[in-house]
């Protein structure tokens, strides 16, 4: 294995960094010093905490400008999304703040019994793995949660966009948390992130990633009877029905699905239209798409490059094969840009086989679908192994309540789409995994109940 491994920019491919590849006996270093501050940390007092978090968050906004310059640079998206992106994970860090103090539990007499006190205790050392499409945001809502419950956290970020996180936690020590308690082990999934999954004391381990990789985490975490957490994409529908605004669902769907070049787990992947507006719809998309401008996210464009290669050939082999097959009608876009990084076009497609998207397309493709009826669209909507979110659009407080219960997904947003607010429990049924993070959720899955029974 690669002693270090090379961050690149994906929008020039040029290395802009190196990382360790940490061993396995490195991760058991780190373990081990996660354990010796536990006793200390476990005790801290909570309104300790909440002041630890207000200060990190302080000094995430004071560098900005700084941090998300190296977002973009390593990660690809415009400079707009990255500076969103990083004020976002410092607005996580305040929620927690605000709820650390709250933690749940129980107490009550139970006649004949006795009285009951139920209280909620930290897991200990704790494994989070980021994935490299929204790393600083899906990293405070990890670290976030589990510092709160008075873990100890081991994060992982991805090999291909680890260094604005690795800055991010130097300001969380700087703001008080100790560097026992929060520690960056950077490497690869096979070597570093194998030997956290496995290590017998890391008692949860907190994934997003893609199904298969969740699998395989859940297979190395079972002989030790972790705890998992697992967000694993998804492939949510955004359903237009004919008495939605048009005009706003348009602006909504483009932005939606090509922010961040489409690879966002709950990006409005495929776009279910009434067949009576999809013609206007698809046109609208059009006449929006043609004054986007593509290329280095450091520049003034409304859209970078993809991450890695690897994302780039499946986004070019997709469309070719659509194309091919007679799935899908190209309208704008369909290729591959002519210059340095990883760059394809954004993308709109119309008269969509249903069939064609029912795995995640995780890059700038925006698929229209139409549909006749109400019963129609939710048969496509649920016609996938995932379930993390879906959105309808219209003025109709019944049809909006018929979607809502019909849709099987963890979030439904009515004539709204992707928006995350950190009071808001976030996470997937199906294939899309189990567990949620965010909202006052986050309790359950960084502690355990301990009934005491008083006679």
């Known amino acids: 294995m690669q002693s270090s491994l090379d961050v690149r920019n994906p929008a020039t491919n040029e290395v802009i960094g190196t990382i360790k590849n940490t061993t396995p006996d490195d991760v058991d270093l780190c373990v081990s010093a996660a354990q010796e501050i536990l006793p200390v940390w476990e005790k801290t007092a909570a309104s300790k905490r909440a002041v630890l978090f207000v200060n990190a968050a302080s000094l995430i906004r004071s560098r900005v400008d700084g941090l998300a310059a190296l977002l973009t640079t390593e990660q690809g998206k415009p400079l707009r999304e990255a500076r969103d992106e990083i004020l976002g994970s410092a607005h996580v860090f305040e929620y927690y703040a605000s709820v650390c103090g709250s933690i749940p539990g129980d107490a009550r007499d139970l006649p004949g019994y006795g ?6 205790k930290p897991l200990g050392v704790c494994a989070a793995i980021i994935p490299w499409n929204m790393p600083v945001m899906i990293f405070a809502w990890k670290a976030g949660a589990a510092l709160a419950c008075g873990n100890a956290v081991l994060a992982k970020p991805s090999k291909t966009a680890p260094l604005t996180i690795i800055k991010i936690a130097e300001a969380l020590h700087e703001g008080g948390f100790p560097k026992e308690a929060l520690q960056i082990v950077t490497g690869s999934g096979e ?4 030997a956290l999954i496995t290590h017998p004391d890391v008692r949860h381990i907190s994934f997003t990633g893609s199904i298969q990789s969740g699998k395989a985490v859940s297979l190395q975490a079972a002989p030790h009877l972790k705890k998992l957490t697992l967000e694993l994409g998804g492939n949510d529908s955004f359903i237009v029905t004919r008495t939605a605004d048009i005009e706003s669902a348009v602006k909504a769907a ?14 409005a992947k495929r776009i279910l239209v009434d067949e009576h507006i999809a013609e206007e719809f698809v046109h609208k998309a ?8 593509v290329g280095n996210g450091l520049e003034k464009v409304n859209m970078g490059p993809l991450n890695n290669a690897n994302q780039l050939a499946l986004i070019e082999a997709f469309v070719e094969g659509v194309l091919d097959r007679d799935e899908a009608q190209l309208v704008y876009g369909g290729k591959r840009l002519d210059m340095p990084g990883n760059f394809y076009a954004p993308t709109l497609l119309k008269n969509v086989s249903p069939l064609a998207v029912s795995e995640e397309i995780f890059g700038p493709v925006m698929s229209v679908i139409p549909f006749g009826s109400a019963d129609e669209a939710l048969d496509i909507a649920n016609s996938t192994m995932y379930g993390l979110g879906s959105s309808v659009w219209t003025s109709e407080i019944s049809t909006a309540r018929r979607f809502a219960e019909g849709l099987r997904c963890g979030v439904v947003w009515v004539n709204k789409h ?24 986050f309790v359950y899955e960084y502690t355990e109940p301990k009934s005491i029974l008083f006679g």
């Open 115 to 120: 009285y009951l006190n139920v209280v909620r």
């Open 418 to 441: 992707l928006t995350l607010p950190p009071e808001m429990p976030f996470g997937g049924v199906g294939n899309s995994g189990f567990g949620r993070e965010n909202g006052r959720d």
């Open 286 to 293: 059009e006449v929006m798409l043609s004054g986007y401008v």
């Open 254 to 267: 483009v932005r939606n699905r090509f922010y961040n070049c489409g690879q966002v787990c709950t990006s």
């Open 191 to 194: 070597q570093t992130g194998s």
